[in-house]
């Protein structure tokens, strides 16, 4: 742990507009993180439940029976919709947020501050539980059992990478990484 003399304040600060690729990765990685229904999401699920309608739908065709054949059909439809969940959420996240225009957003000991023309707020570390790293930015995740995302931090709106380390290493200290 990096000890910090008395009275000197350590800040980050972030400035960006939220962008789509931004939202989706960050929601993939709530749902990864979502616990026992997380895997409805994988990857590796979504290709079984594939292989499984694929199956189905054979057997419907060999044994002449529909049954068979809707189940197939449906295994094979509903992996490809749940695979599309996050980008059309991400989507949807982006365009609630959109009017909030550029962010200046500052994380610091005493926690985070965001600022753009319509909000100037202000939040403590206890308004979040944990937080989690993906290759776009850092999520705040809500203190709740359900862990869903309070706050996407952009790491391309850091000054440089120093700035993504000093900030990974302040939410090391303050909240645990999940």
Same mark, same amino acid.
């Given at each position: 742990? /990096?000890?910090q003399?008395?009275?000197? +304040?350590?800040?980050?600060?972030?400035?960006y507009?939220?962008?789509?690729?931004?939202? =989706?990765?960050?929601? *993939?990685?709530?749902? *990864?993180k979502?616990?026992?229904?997380?895997?409805?999401?994988h990857?590796v699920?979504?290709?079984?439940a594939?292989?499984?309608?694929?199956?189905?739908l054979v057997?419907? /065709?060999?044994?002449?029976?529909?049954? !068979?054949?809707?189940?197939?059909?449906?295994?094979l439809? !509903?992996?490809?919709?749940?695979? *599309?969940?996050?980008h059309?959420?991400?989507r949807q996240?982006?365009?609630?947020?959109?009017?909030? %225009?550029?962010?200046?957003?500052t994380i610091?000991?005493? %926690?985070? +501050?965001v600022?753009?023309? &319509? /909000?100037? =707020?202000?939040?403590g !570390?206890a308004?979040?539980?944990?937080? @989690?790293? =993906?290759? &776009?930015?850092?999520l705040?995740?809500?203190?709740? +059992? @359900?862990?869903?995302c309070?706050?996407?931090l952009?790491?391309?709106?850091?000054?440089?990478?120093?700035d993504?380390? +000093?900030? *990974?290493?302040?939410?090391?200290?303050?909240?645990?990484?999940?």
């Amino acid at each position: 742990m /990096i000890e910090q003399p008395v009275g000197q +304040r350590e800040e980050v600060v972030l400035e960006y507009e939220y962008q789509q690729q931004e939202m =989706t990765d960050a929601l *993939r990685a709530v749902l *990864r993180k979502r616990g026992g229904s997380g895997f409805l999401y994988h990857p590796v699920f979504l290709v079984c439940a594939g292989l499984f309608g694929a199956a189905l739908l054979v057997l419907g /065709i060999c044994v002449d029976d529909g049954a !068979w054949f809707a189940f197939g059909v449906m295994f094979l439809v !509903w992996p490809v919709l749940m695979s *599309r969940v996050p980008h059309m959420s991400g989507r949807q996240t982006l365009r609630a947020n959109q009017h909030h %225009g550029p962010m200046r957003v500052t994380i610091a000991n005493e %926690g985070v +501050r965001v600022v753009s023309a &319509h /909000i100037d =707020t202000r939040m403590g !570390w206890a308004n979040y539980g944990s937080y @989690a790293e =993906t290759e &776009h930015c850092f999520l705040l995740r809500s203190p709740d +059992r @359900a862990g869903v995302c309070a706050l996407v931090l952009v790491k391309r709106g850091a000054r440089s990478q120093e700035d993504v380390d +000093r900030l *990974r290493a302040l939410l090391d200290r303050r909240l645990p990484r999940v």
